[in-house]
């Protein structure tokens, strides 16, 4: 069997993946969750027809969302995870040694079973003894929670129930729920195709924190072009890396020098968070 899995982005872009096999296909109470086998790309996640996670660069996404955080935070020890259901943002944080504690709150538990059955190498850390994992919406738990050096949001796009993850209130309760040095970072989509959600999440993020800064990373199955990460911090500089040598770490993005220069932004993306 071969046929073409279309993902629309806007109304005049789209990709396609060419697909060998659908492993798995669902409707969760949540969203419809697909699990295939790509041509190119490995094995695919896919929730409403968007593609979350393959293989082949799902590296680069998890190790930037992990890294540049907890390698510009000195002691990052407690930390919370909202969404994330594939486990690779998981798997990445576990390679700390300094951390102490995980959360993690996923709304929708099919997503851990299916990135369990059928991607074991992004869900490795699910069994990590300092991995806590709740099912519940990541909205009102962190009305409740607290507290934590980092928190990140690892979430779909902005529908369905990720919708409420992109605003103002959640992360004015994220803030309540941070240590006086924490820090959020958010995957806050295409500046690019998705130009008034990256606005939006780094307004909002800014409304809240005394520091906002935007790095960027290249994820080929993302769209197109530049894929953005918006963190929001108490007190550290997040350009400021602090990770020595990072010897010891099994990674094939992140470096020190990949941190600094995630930070440099082309013009019209710094135009747009100063307008
Ligand atoms: N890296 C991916 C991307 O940007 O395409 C997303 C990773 S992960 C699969 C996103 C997860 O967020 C999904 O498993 C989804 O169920 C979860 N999620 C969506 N809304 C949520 C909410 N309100 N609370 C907790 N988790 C949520």
Not at 203 to 226: C, D, E, H, W
Request: charged share 20%; hydrophobic share 40%; with cysteine.
């Amino acid at each position: 069997m071969n046929f073409w899995f279309k993902e629309k982005n806007t109304d005049g872009y789209q990709v396609k993946w060419k697909i060998s096999k659908i492993l798995h296909n669902e409707k969760t109470p949540y969203q419809e969750l697909a699990v295939v086998n790509t041509l190119e790309w490995g094995k695919a996640l896919i929730l409403d027809g968007a593609l979350q996670v393959s293989e082949k660069d799902e590296f680069i996404y998890h190790e930037m969302i992990v890294h540049v955080p907890m390698f510009s935070h000195p002691a990052p020890r407690n930390v919370l995870i909202i969404g994330g259901g594939d486990g690779g943002t998981l798997r990445e944080l576990c390679k700390h040694p300094e951390l102490q504690k995980v959360d993690m709150v996923e709304i929708d538990e099919r997503v851990v079973a299916a990135s369990k059955k059928y991607l074991p190498s992004i869900s490795s850390a699910f069994g990590d003894t300092r991995v806590n994992l709740y099912f519940q919406d990541g909205i009102e738990f962190v009305k409740k929670a607290g507290k934590y050096d980092l928190v990140i949001v690892d979430s779909s796009d902005p529908v369905g129930p990720a919708q409420q993850l992109f605003t103002r209130e959640f992360y004015s309760n994220i803030y309540n729920c941070l240590n006086d040095d924490g820090m959020i970072v958010v995957q806050s989509e295409s500046p690019v195709f998705y130009q008034e959600v990256f606005r939006s999440v780094y307004q909002n993020i800014k409304a809240v924190f005394p520091r906002t800064m935007v790095y960027l990373a290249y994820v080929p199955t993302y769209v197109s072009g530049p894929w953005s990460f918006t963190i929001g911090s108490k007190v550290y500089d997040p350009r400021e890396y602090k990770g020595g040598s990072n010897a010891g770490f099994d990674l094939k993005y992140y470096n020190g020098k990949v941190h600094q220069a995630a930070f440099a932004l082309p013009e019209f993306i710094q135009d747009m968070i100063q307008a």
